[in-house]
T-cell receptor, first 116, second 110 residues
Framework: GAVVSQHPSWVICKSGTSVKIECRSL??????MFWYRQFPKQSLMLMAT?????????EQGVEKDKFLINHASLTLSTLTVTSAHPEDSSFYIC????????????FGNGTRLTVT | GQQVMQIPQYQHVQEGEDFTTYCNSS?????IQWYKQRPGGHPVFLIQ?????EVKKQKRLTFQFGEAKKNSSLHITATQTTDVGTYFC??????????FGDGTTLTVKP
């Protein structure tokens, strides 16, 4: 089955630094990937849709200059949290669907970001 | 924008009791998916419903999609301790974007 790999699994960084999270589709090509954020005991909130070869589409309220998304190939999307602050601490999860938009989402294992 | 409401937020049951969680979308959906997330883990796909009125079963789990394709339910018969976790529905619109419900966290007392 389709596998989505996300790295790192967890990261601790100091306030003001930037963190890059990678999301790879291991056995399929993903023209579209989705980045979600999940705070403790809350639902998954879509942050942005990452499109291969073009600009990401951000959801309302998500700062595109703070959460930089790059989807340079059909198997890799990256999310960079720039100038991280403690309120950015969260669980970030990427996902992709194999083939058609009607297909289920396959999730990466997630990245737990803690900003001190 | 599309909103997906899910109830209840929490459900505590005795092992062997049944469990149901419900989802309602503000708009008609292309399809709906159900996921299970264990504490500290990532959502794992359970099933997808596409057709109006569709019913699917996976062992003790029964999934339904409403006739209007705006609501769905997940029912677990005779819960077991292995069923614990948070169950999310996710409504997919025609543009391919999925909106997740708030989730229902199930705890099972042995």
């Amino acid at each position: 089955g389709a596998v989505v790999s996300q790295h790192p699994s967890w990261v601790i960084c100091k306030s003001g630094t930037s963190v890059k999270i990678e999301c790879r589709s291991l056995d399929f090509q993903a023209t579209t990937m989705f980045w979600y954020r999940q705070f403790p005991k809350q639902s998954l909130m879509l942050m942005a849709t990452s499109n291969e070869g073009s600009k990401a589409t951000y959801e309302q309220g998500v700062e595109k200059d703070k959460f930089l998304i790059n989807h340079a190939s059909l198997t890799l999307s990256t999310l960079t949290v720039t100038s991280a602050h403690p309120e950015d601490s969260s669980f970030y999860i990427c996902s992709a669907y194999l083939g058609q938009t009607n297909n289920p989402l396959h999730f990466g294992n997630g990245t737990r970001l803690t900003v001190t | 924008g599309q909103q997906v409401m899910q109830i209840p937020q929490y459900q505590h049951v005795q092992e062997g009791e049944d469990f149901t969680t419900y989802c309602n979308s503000s708009t008609t959906l292309s399809n709906i998916q159900w996921y299970k997330q264990r504490p500290g883990g990532h959502p794992v796909f359970l099933i997808q419903l596409v057709k109006s009125g569709e019913v699917k079963k996976q062992k003790r789990l029964t999934f339904q999609f409403g006739e209007a394709k705006k609501n769905s339910s997940l029912h677990i018969t005779a819960t077991q301790t292995t069923d614990v976790g948070t169950y999310f529905c996710a409504g997919r619109d025609n543009a391919g974007k999925s909106t997740f419900g708030d989730g229902t966290t199930l705890t099972v007392k042995p």
